[in-house]
């Protein structure tokens, strides 16, 4: 609902009235304006009248520009809305639906179509495109000779796959007799200076097309619903993060583990900020000072020399500090500092991707500064550097218990290379250099596709081996809170039982109050085979089965690399032999429980 | 109830403690500690179990000094077991002791072996998964945990008296028998552990009685003049009685014990008093027959007052003798002349009559470790490498 977009043809109002209400609502944050709205709206109620809008008369059909987001982490889903945003505000009648809503039937009817995705693991769709992408990849996809669509592609370029998702949808549009709108672009992890060019050229293109097209707008305005929402929402995002207080960091595994994972608690207090189980917290971090001192030291640059950042002016060592990508290494970093310094054995490094790729994998930037100091500028160290990127955890909590609180399982990244000790950027943060009681920048970004089922009757079986159980606490505490009388079956495994036994006594507990039905653990480490949970879940294959028979949602969280697959390769197992299919058919059972989301993964 | 008639004037009022229920209901001490075995959310036993797992021999524990720690990990405490082994006279094979020494470097967290005052070793520290394996591979050395905690009569000790070497080697022999002879008839250890086949059959526990016994009990036998095992601290006691170097039978002497609780006046320390003097013949059955009066007339009741010592004081020395007698269906003779002349171990190297040299070693605590600069337990395994035994 944007009342930027609002005109009067579209509306009750007449010109002069919009004038007004935009002038108003220009003053109003968020929550004033949802205020104001819910205002309205009651008071139209209580007047008994109609607010709703009815659908313009105009017969002729709108020129809609559907907009489509396969997304893991949400930053495909945040551009695909921004691009909404900006084109609804120029007029057009928008669509903005992630791919796994999507009807795949009605791609044929599409005119104008936008697809923004990323790329997942080695080259595959992220989880919510999969259905989509194996429509369009399969014999069913029908010819779309009037279609004219435009692909943006987010990715990371430290990965060989960069893009492919992205690649391959354009390849595939045009092979259906699509026409691209603009070229298809395709962006590194600081994409949002590019996205918005891409989007400003897509919204340019189109426009000639949108204006001739019969301004229908109705779907715009809707007062009622919208009040509700907008109450809804907190006035903090990835874009104004909440400054949240750190209430607890209590490491969760044993003294003894090889694992250091923290359970840690963040107040929301004042933010208004809501979540639901699923859904994940976004953490800006600090750099570690030590890492500032000592590239600046290598660089030869002194800590309070002034900097560009963007617009904006601040000493190095601030940029570095707050702002800038310090601990995960990517190839533009390698080329531009190469360049600067004039490296050419950087440069021939740059040159080979291949080799370029290995020589990332274990080092973050400053092992590759160490590797060749050289003395550079601050602003062109800045240049060759990257913002930061928020890192996202899977929340481990349900508001319905923990209320204004929100928890998060860490692993802490923490490793020796190079003869020097390395510490994850956020979190070594929230592990060792943020105190308890200091401040850290949240915000929460939904994640509508790990949902618990509405029912509540409806049978669960959770497999989060490691930190991938954070969301099932979340879901155990929503279930308990909630009385839901669904069975509950978890899954957990991690390398030893005395050491790493996550969230051991609660789930204890969860067990003893029946909230659990069963809890079946692999630990891997334990016994002279290694046992993991797929090994786990083929040992009660019969059960397994039953539980899908009844129903049960299925969930996967943790590493998608490797558990992820081999724990849908053990499903596939299942479902076969269980079910007595073929291998095929036991794809397809899966598939639709994929898109009955009846099977959600949620895997980093 | 007992295959004899009980006297009701003797039976001590009142509702049994909750030891008894679990005793009564554990299925001949199997409880469910098989399942438990498989539970893999928890390294601990659960309910009856917990105390169930002690007629086995063993005692669930967790390390204290890490148990806040570990609540704020939101983990269990680090339960694990300690087994005692059931080694009456307390001597050990070479080889034996390899195997021990090599278990408790592997397989428990501690690493140490612990020898004990009852002539035994304890490995300490023992994960629940290890616990199965730990028990088969005694068994594949000879060594079991039958019977060593819990209601029952514990490992029988023996005058470690190398010495009066071929009488030690006598009274030792009737150490083992007595051991087996008091050991629990039921196949729960063998079944559990060792999984050995359920057999169909109904079970008795014709000398401990379906309940067992109603406290711990605690044998010797004692070669005199050395009481090193401490008559006075122990329920039964056999003091070898010999003529001409050879063993003709012993003096019985019931209900000692130096345990009292510290400001309840009910309990107290008391020494052993005598019975009689017995000839070899009678000797399992006096021994039976002690266990069984104090079977049928322990106090089931108040568990700080079931020893034999307290029975005793309470029904009077005759009447437990009587009752006794009246079982074995012969009479006590009187007891023949014995002095104690010392107490305590003789540390350090002894000859004994067979030429051999003895040495007693004094090991602190009891706990068989490499220490920095004192490599205890590499030297006892180094030892047990080249002793033939």
Redesign the interface.
Known sequence: MLLSSLVAQASPLSEQQVKQLQGLVSQLNPIQQAWVSGYLAASAQLAGQSVAVAPSAVAAPAATLTVLYGSQTGNAKHVAEDLGKAASGKGFTVKVQDLAEYKAANLKNERFLVIVTSTYGEGEPPENAISFYNFLFSKKAPQLPELRYAVLGLGDTSYEFFCKTAQDFDQRLAELGGKAIIARADLDVDYSTAAANWQQQLITTLEPEFAQAPASTADVISWPGASQTAAAESSYSKQQPFSAELYTN??????DSSKDVR?IEISLAGSGLRYQPGDALGVYFSNDPQLVKELLLLTGIAANTPVLLGTERLTISDALTEQLELTQSYPAFVDKYAKACGSEALQALVADKTALRSYLSERQIIDIVREHPALISAQQLVDALRKQQPRLYSIASSQAEVEDEVHLTVGVVRYQAYGKPHLGGASGFLAERLAEGGSIKVFVETNNNFRLPENDDTPVIMIGPGTGIAPFRAFLQERDARAASGKNWLFFGNPH???D????????NY?KQGLLTR???A?SR??AEKVYVQHKLLKHGAEVWQWLEQGAHLYICGDGARMAKDVHQALLTIVQQQGGKDEKAAQQYLDQLRIAKRYQKDVY | MSQYPVNPEFVAPGKLSDNERLKAESDHLRGTISSDLQNEITGGFNGDNFMLIRFHGMYQQDDRDIRAERAAQKLEPLHNVMLRARMPGGIIKPAQWLAIDKFAAEKTLYGSIRLTTRQTFQFHGVLKPNIKPMHQFLNSIGIDSIATAGDVNRNVLCTSNPVESELHQQAYQWAIKISEHLLPKTRAYAEIWLDEEKVETTETEPVLGDTYLPRKFKTTVVIPPHNDVDVHANDLNFVAIAEHGKLIGFNVLVGGGLAMTFGDTSTYPRRAEELGFISLEHVLKVAEHVVTVQRDYGDRVNRKNAKTKYTIDRIGVDNFRSEVEKRVGVAFEPVRPYAFTSRGDRFGWVEGIDGKHHLTLFIENGRVLDFPGKPLKTGLAEIAKIHQG
């Open positions: 209590q490491k969760i595994t044993g003294r359970h039982f005395t050491q036994f996550l969230y051991q006594v609660e789930l204890q067990l809890l079946d653990v630990f334990d016994t």
